[in-house]
């Protein structure tokens, strides 16, 4: 394994389409890609500034990636794998390099930015690769698919587990790791020139090196892009809205989908079978043959040396050799050769390797012949008996030539003579069967060699060959293997020895070869594959087709039934599972119609009970819909328990029927009344049978009957019952919708028994507030008058009951009285209302709720004019008497803080003066109250003047913090930020009721207690508000709180006992200023008084 740093250093060029299929398959390529491009066109994501920058950096990453970092595997640690260079090409085979990052640009963009921009990345990568390693035009096409369809795989929005498996990175490179074999496959043939085997061939041996570094590649980038998908999901983006797959929308493809992997994985499982067995079957059927014509040539090859050498040695025994007549020698040769046509020269050479005689004359030429001949002769001249050298052959020679050099000996044993023995393989008969089996191979294009034991060869079909040294793979034993031919394509090799001589037979015949013959086996049991898999489509299709057909025939009935058309039947002629769902669809169409017949019975029904609420209009619907079974008498009977106010003898039931014996059975209401009080349905078949009821002789007995209690919320009404002329079997159908009608009867009774007894009671109601002298206003949610009485008429000069309805602003034109009635706060309110003529009119005003929402309010008038005559003259009388006992009270304190001046006192003594002391105090402080209160009230000026709002606030909480202290309570002020810092008013009097309303909140809550004094801006003006935990004031007291003198039960703080004009001292500051006062209170969890004072004073 060699480490890469960079490819730059490989020499960088494209090789175009070898010809017109190549051109043919790469504009279908690119034709390809466009298409699919703008299909999934909806799939690019919207392009903004961060879009824009995450496309530049990967472009600009794309060679970079391309061309840096990885490794090339050597030949050596690849055993098996190994690869062809294209077939014309001068280009040697190499090993593709594994750039680790060659993938991670178009990967991501892939994910992050959609097809068009995957594609476009992919087209650069893929160009850097093409220039700097593979060098084929077809690789940039090939890397824009492959980003173009993971871009589809990641960014597709089907719902389905293998669709959201698809949505992983790396789950969807894996899946295209596997596909690529296939598209490199289809790629690579296009790419080289030759037959379809040839081709095939090459784009095979490459397949399996390639296929490695594109799966190692494309795993590392989906490794990559499923972190960044795991780390920010938001930059990769997921689909908002998940949409059904293509097989979740169609039965048929739903099928197809589930059935096509088994019948593809089945269908490949047999081609390549098939084609694996064929495969072995040919390079079995090329072996054998290759076998027999090397056996053929290797046997030849001992039997023709072997005859050369006994043909040599025979002609040197001949004596005639020996002669000294160089003339007679050379007729001696020639009568050889021609005797034996083995020779095709020989040639005696004397003891000094001089030619004493040669045939044909002038052949041979001894110091020009192989220094390998020449060795030989000396050899044969120092006693070697025989040998035999291969030489070159000459100019007018085509043939490898074969030398066999015998030593001859004289008379004395010496050796004085070679004999130089020439054999033209080519042409020698007894080398015709070496020649046979090496051509033997022709007829496939297949070349036989025989090479000598230097690797020269011998035989060779193309003659300038002959005596070239043969270069390639070579064995000491018979062997069979696959080599590249000089052309660049792959040949199979069988490599033989010759038994007994160091020659080896070598053929060698192209790989294509094999492929044909594999071709010619695989290509039948193909076709018929093929052709079953394309008959088993179309049955498929068929089958599926009327399937389909009559669920969509279902489907079409399905959607009539949906549009309420009950009317036409379900037909459906077949008895298989779709029939018996189409059986289901006719019984669910008449049940359903049924239902909807009942339910349209209903609604009218429901119609009428809500229509009217006199039940003997209610119940006359319910009797009809009753008799839709063929009954001839339908009846209700009503308790008379439940229904006193219809007037009547209440002894006796009510009675409605309808049909035509209405009447004829009324003599069985009172004993099915009774039955059905102690059974909610009675269904009676056959009358005759049971003994429940009992008919008086000579009167009319129906066959069946059927009746139901009526009930609502547990309470029993009477009773709903159908009576049948002839015999009836009630099936469940008819006894639940008997039963429903029974409810709605039920219903109406009930309803109507309510209508009665809100009549009565609002007749009631009326005359009551008709005889009450107090007015009284009833208002609804929103604000209009829904009811008055003749005293609201009277005194607020109200019309009649025409004006009940209108909006109370268009009504009444008490201002006062409008804000109260539009009031939204829950809890009873008061004001005083002035009316022209000098009356004087508290009116309480209360929300009504309805389960928690406020619905309406009620107004109650009350004439106060005589009690508030009263009131001034008990303020007169009171202030009166204040100023009276002003001075006594400061004479009997003075005199009382004397005592201890004057002599030594006991403690019994002290205890009595500080009591003295404490009731004058006490006493002068309700003085100055009464004083206050009666010079606010007697409307003298105020002193306004503007003040900070801030300053007042800390003035009251200063000066109450140390009694707040002495009870542990927790006294703090929050201006609220919005408020106006500024107001005017009259500082002592603002101050004096802050002062009252934060003394009454510590004076009455419990220690460890908090009071906080807010101040706020509100629509009413600024709004101070004490708020309090402490015990809190009764519902009953609240109104009440700001009258004079007037003292809430408060039985947590007896000890602290007002005087009662604390609080309406701060009413009176309040509406001095032209503000109003309120409080809010929970019993137990403390109270929140409110002064909304304007900021600005009327001139």
């Keep these: 394994m060699n480490s890469i740093l960079s490819l730059l250093s490989e020499t960088p060029f494209v090789s175009l389409p070898p010809d017109l299929i190549g051109w043919i398959g790469f504009f279908a390529l690119l034709s390809l890609i466009v298409l699919l491009q703008l299909k999934w066109r909806k799939m690019n994501r919207s392009f903004g500034v961060v879009q824009w920058g995450i496309f530049i950096i990967l472009l600009g990453m794309a060679p970079f990636t391309s061309l840096f970092i990885g490794v090339r595997l050597s030949a050596v640690e690849t055993p098996g794998l190994w690869a062809l260079s294209p077939q014309g090409m001068p280009l040697d085979p190499t090993v593709p390099a594994i750039m680790f990052f060659a993938a991670v640009p178009w990967v991501l963009a892939a994910g992050l930015l959609g097809p068009w921009a995957a594609g476009v990345i992919g087209l650069v990568c893929g160009f850097s690769s093409a220039l700097w390693q593979t060098h084929t035009i077809f690789t940039p096409l090939e890397i824009a698919l492959l980003a173009t369809l993971l871009s589809a795989a990641l960014r597709q929005h089907y719902r389905t587990s293998v669709f959201r498996l698809l949505r992983h990175p790396l789950a969807s490179t894996l899946l295209l790791a596997l596909f690529y074999p296939f598209l490199h496959l289809i790629i690579a043939t296009f790419n080289t020139r030759g037959l379809l085997v040839t081709r095939l061939d090459y784009a095979l041996s490459n397949l399996e090196l390639i296929t490695l570094a594109a799966a190692i590649e494309l795993l590392v980038a989906g490794l990559i892009a499923e972190i960044v998908a795991l780390l920010s999901p938001t930059l990769w983006g997921k689909p908002e809205q998940l949409v059904p797959s293509p097989a979740e929308r169609s039965l048929r493809t739903r099928f197809i989908v589930s059935l096509a992997p088994l019948a593809m994985i089945l269908v490949l499982t047999l081609m390549a079978a098939d084609w694996i067995i064929a495969g072995q079957a040919a390079q079995n059927m090329l072996r054998s043959q290759m076998e027999s014509a090397a056996n053929t040539a290797a046997d030849g090859v001992p039997f023709y040396l072997e005859i050369g050498q006994n043909l040599a040695l025979e002609v040197a025994d001949d004596p005639r050799l020996r002669s000294s007549d160089n003339q007679s020698l050379t ?75 015998i030593a001859m000996e004289g008379p004395d044993g010496v050796v004085d003579r070679v004999l130089v023995a020439h054999s033209d393989m080519t042409t020698n008969p007894y080398a015709k069967s070496i020649l046979t089996g090496l051509a033997n191979l022709n007829t496939i294009n297949g070349q036989g060699m025989l090479i000598d034991e230097n690797n020269g060869i011998l035989i060779h079909p193309d003659p300038e060959r002959i005596m070239d040294t043969y270069l390639g793979r070579t064995s000491s034993t018979t062997d069979y293997f696959s080599d590249t031919a000089p052309d660049g394509t792959r040949q199979m090799v069988f490599f033989q020895p010759v038994d007994g001589h160091p020659w080896s037979i070598v053929l060698t015949v192209p790989a294509y070869r094999t492929q044909q013959i594999a071709m010619r086996i695989a290509l039948p049991l193909l076709g018929i594959i093929i052709i079953l898999s394309l008959v088993g489509i179309v049955l498929v299709q068929i ?252 005194v607020l000069g109200l019309g009649l009951e025409t004006d009940e309805g209108e909006p109370i602003d268009l009504v009444i034109k008490q201002t006062e009285l409008v804000e109260l009635l539009r009031s939204n706060i829950a809890e009873t309110q008061s004001t005083e209302l002035n009316l022209p003529g000098g009356r004087i009119f508290l009116a309480t005003a209360t929300s009504v709720l309805a389960e928690g929402k406020r619905v309406g309010r009620v107004c109650v008038l009350r004439d ?136 009454n909140a510590i004076k009455y809550n419990r220690p460890e207690g908090k009071v906080l004094l807010r101040v706020q801006t509100q629509p009413l003006g600024i709004v101070f508000q004490v708020i309090d935990n402490g015990i809190g004031i009764s519902p009953m007291d609240l109104p009440r709180v700001f009258e004079k003198f007037y003292r809430g039960v408060q039985q947590a703080s007896k000890d602290e006992r007002g005087s009662g004009l604390g609080l309406a001292i701060v009413k009176s500051i309040a509406e001095r200023h032209g503000g109003r006062v309120w409080a809010e209170s929970q019993l137990g969890r403390g109270s929140s008084f409110f002064i909304a004072i304007p900021p600005r004073q009327p001139r």
Aim: overall charge negative; charged content about 20%.
């Design 331 to 405: 007729d001696t040769l020639e009568q050889k050769i021609r005797e034996v046509p083995f020779f095709n020269q020989l040639t005696v050479l004397d003891s000094n390797a001089q030619i004493i005689a040669t045939h044909p004359s002038g052949s041979y030429s001894g110091p020009q012949a192989p220094i390998e001949e020449q060795m030989g002769i000396q050899m044969a001249l120092n006693g070697v008996p025989i040998q035999i050298y291969t030489i070159r052959p000459s100019d007018d020679q085509t043939g490898a030539q074969i030398s066999f050099i």
């Design 543 to 794: 089958s599926l087709g009327a399937v389909t057909q009559s669920l969509q025939n279902l489907t079409g009935e399905a959607g009539r039934l949906a549009d309420g058309k009950l009317d036409q039947p379900v037909t459906v002629e077949s008895v298989d599972e779709v029939g018996q769902l189409g059986k289901a669809f006719e019984q669910m169409r008449l049940s359903l119609k049924t239902r909807l017949d009942e339910l349209n019975r209903l609604l009218q029904v429901s119609q009428g009970v809500a229509s009217s609420l006199e039940v003997s209009e209610a119940v006359q619907p319910i009797l009809e819909s009753a008799l839709a079974s063929g009954g001839c008498s339908a009846r209700v009977v009503l308790s008379p328990q439940v229904m006193p106010e219809l007037g009547g003898d209440t002894n006796k039931p009510v009675r409605f029927g309808y049909g035509p014996s209405q009447n004829l059975y009324r003599d069985l209401d009172e004993q099915i009344l009774a039955l059905t009080r102690q059974q909610d349905r009675l269904v009676l078949s056959n009358l005759f049978r049971p003994r429940l009821v009992n008919v008086a002789k000579g009167a009319p007995r129906p066959e069946s009957l059927i009746a139901v209690a009526l009930k609502h919320e547990s309470h029993y009404y009477g009773a709903l019952w159908v009576a049948f002329d002839q015999h009836h079997t009630f099936s469940g159908e008819e006894v639940r919708f008997l039963v429903t009608l029974g409810g709605q009867a039920a219903l109406a009774a009930a309803n109507a028994r309510l209508f009665l007894n809100a009549e009565i009671g609002r007749r009631r109601l009326e005359s009551i507030l008709a005889s009450s002298p107090d007015p009284v206003l009833v208002t609804d949610q929103r604000d209009r008058l829904l009811l008055t009485n003749p005293a609201a008429w009277q």
């Design 864 to 999: 106060i004019t005589h009690f508030k005559q009263l009131d001034s003259l008990k303020s007169e009388f009171v202030s009166t008497v204040s100023h009276d006992l002003r001075s006594p009270l400061t004479l009997m304190r003075g005199y009382a803080t004397m005592l201890e001046m004057v002599g030594q006192l006991n403690e019994q003594q002290t205890i009595y003066v500080r009591k003295i002391v404490n009731g004058v105090e006490s006493m002068a402080r309700l003085v100055n109250n009464l004083l206050d209160l009666g010079r606010i009230e007697a409307g003298i000026g105020l002193q306004v003047e503007i003040v900070p709002v801030q300053d007042i606030v800390e003035r009251v909480v200063n000066s109450l913090q140390l009694q707040a202290a002495q009870k542990h309570i927790r006294l703090t002020a929050d201006v609220l930020p919005q408020t106006i810092p500024l107001i005017e008013a009259d500082q002592a009097l603002l101050q004096q009721a802050l002062h009252n309303l934060v003394e």
